[in-house]
């Protein structure tokens, strides 16, 4: 069925490292794509999202680029930093006749200092 | 603006006891979720509720009930709590439409022994 996969964590980085977070998705059609991240103890809160195929969705030094021919939608980041750890959610769109959203399973991210 | 609250932030019950989870939103929101989060198995929606009045099953329903009480409030209700329903619960809200993102609420901690 339509379903978003994203890398296994615990991702694990020293501060100033380059991050990328995979996350493809199967659906038919090109529904909107979003990332969410969870810091501990809170609840989920959008980081960036791209409604289109080719659309670069960017935030606090985050990107993602929705890509239709490899049905991607990867996270980014060329430095990041200890307050980055966090749990990062990939979504997408359920259908075209609802509000519903399908999350991934989650990816734990830890920067060290 | 509060966005959206959840009351209680822990709950511990017993095995067959009832008890109601709050929510509510002030973003004149139509949309609203309820979702369960466990370890390793992302969120997962328990219901939908696309507006005032109507409720639509999620991917596990089963134990649960819920209302639609006005356009601000969508309450989660366990009947006879079970051990397997440990987990963080989740309310969030979205405006009506395909490139809306959900906001969602800090959470609550349920315990059931």
């Known amino acids: 069925g339509d379903s978003v996969t994203q890398m296994e964590g615990p991702v694990t980085l020293s501060e100033e490292a380059f991050l990328t977070i995979n996350c493809t998705y199967t659906?038919?059609?090109?529904?909107?794509l979003f990332w969410y991240v969870q810091y501990p103890g809170e609840g989920l809160q959008l980081l960036l999202k791209?409604?289109?195929?080719?659309d670069k969705g960017s935030n606090k030094g985050f990107e993602a680029t929705y890509r239709k021919e490899t049905t991607s939608f990867h996270l980014e980041k060329g430095s990041v930093q200890v307050s980055d750890s966090a749990v990062y959610f990939c979504a997408r769109r359920a259908n075209d006749h609802d509000d519903k959203i399908i999350f991934g399973k989650g990816t734990r991210l830890h920067i060290l200092p | 603006n509060a966005g959206v609250t959840q009351t209680p932030k822990f709950q511990v019950l017993k095995t067959g006891q009832s008890m109601t989870l709050q929510c509510a939103q002030d973003m004149n929101h139509n949309s609203m979720y309820w979702y369960r989060q466990d370890p390793g198995m992302g969120l997962r929606l328990i219901y939908y509720s696309a507006s005032e009045g109507t409720t639509d099953k999620g991917e596990v329903p089963n134990g649960y009930n819920v209302s639609r009480l006005n356009k601000r409030e969508f309450s989660l209700r366990l009947e006879s709590a079970a051990p397997s329903q440990t987990s963080v619960y989740f309310c969030?809200?979205?405006?009506?439409?395909?490139?809306?993102?959900?906001?969602f609420g800090p959470g609550t901690r349920l315990t059931v022994t």
């Open positions: 791209a409604t289109k195929a080719d």
């Open positions: 659906a038919t059609g090109y529904p909107s």
């Open positions: 969030a809200s979205s405006r009506r439409g395909r490139n809306y993102e959900q906001y």
